[in-house]
T-cell receptor, first 114, second 109 residues
Framework: ETGVTQSPTHLIKTRGQQVTLRCSSQ?????VSWYQQALGQGPQFIFQ???????GRGNFPPRFSGLQFPNYSSELNVNALELDDSALYLC?????????????FGPGTRLTVL | RKEVEQDPGPFNVPEGATVAFNCTYS??????FFWYRQDCRKEPKLLMS???SGNEDGRFTAQLNRASQYISLLIRDSKLSDSATYLC??????????FGTGTRLTIIP
């Protein structure tokens, strides 16, 4: 186990709704990255948070937003859900922001949009 | 052309055999390379980093070919427990991890 936890494990929403996903990073880690993994695809980088500030963003629209809290846990918010948002959402924590810092993934939240 | 490209498989290989996967990447400035393993409905886990000189970890060997822009993973004496999806991961020079679609491997008894 990596020590990274995510909640909820599964979620079903309808188009147009909003969703908040949560991630608790491994103890001692100050960086959280979020990924979207559609079925049969590799994870796609959404954004990264370092010490409560966004530190890099992938090709996702502004309706994907996030927060990081002083304890380094993080939230991913998605507004105006679309059917294509159905995916496994993974967070990964690390100590530091460079890619030499190993990222440890949580078990993911599986989101289904109907 | 995809930024990181892998053969999705599936590769069905008998137990004890040797299997190799390749992965190509688009940006010659890429600096960091990794192989992750993902079991069905689980999160990815780091299998190994890939170093310029090549590196080995037990039955697993990773190689980097910068001239041809590909990395490879070799698994020797494959075990049933090696069945998983293997994800090629590259830092394309923009300090974010870019994942390939993964190669599915099934080891057959």
């Amino acid at each position: 186990e990596t020590g990274v936890t995510q909640s909820p494990t599964h979620l079903i929403k309808t188009r147009g709704q909003q969703v908040t996903l949560r991630c608790s990073s491994q103890s001692g880690h100050n960086t959280v990255s979020w990924y979207q993994q559609a079925l049969g695809q590799g994870p796609q980088f959404i954004f990264q948070y370092y010490r409560e500030e966004e530190n890099g963003r992938g090709n996702f629209p502004p309706r994907f937003s996030g927060l990081q809290f002083p304890n380094y846990s993080s939230e991913l918010n998605v507004n105006a859900l679309e059917l294509d948002d159905s995916a496994l959402y993974l967070c990964a924590s690390s100590w530091g922001t460079t890619l030499m810092d190993t990222q440890y993934f949580g078990p993911g939240t599986r989101l289904t949009v109907l | 052309r995809k930024e990181v490209e892998q053969d999705p498989g599936p590769f069905n290989v008998p137990e004890g055999a040797t299997v190799a996967f390749n992965c190509t990447y688009s940006n010659s400035a890429s600096q960091s390379f990794f192989w992750y393993r993902q079991d069905c409905r689980k999160e990815p886990k780091l299998l190994m980093s890939v170093y310029s000189s090549g590196n080995e970890d037990g039955r697993f060997t990773a190689q980097l070919n910068r001239a041809s822009q590909y990395i490879s993973l070799l698994i020797r004496d494959s075990k049933l427990s090696d069945s998983a999806t293997y994800l090629c991961v590259v830092n394309l020079g923009n300090e974010k991890l870019t994942f390939g679609t993964g190669t599915r491997l099934t080891i057959i008894p």
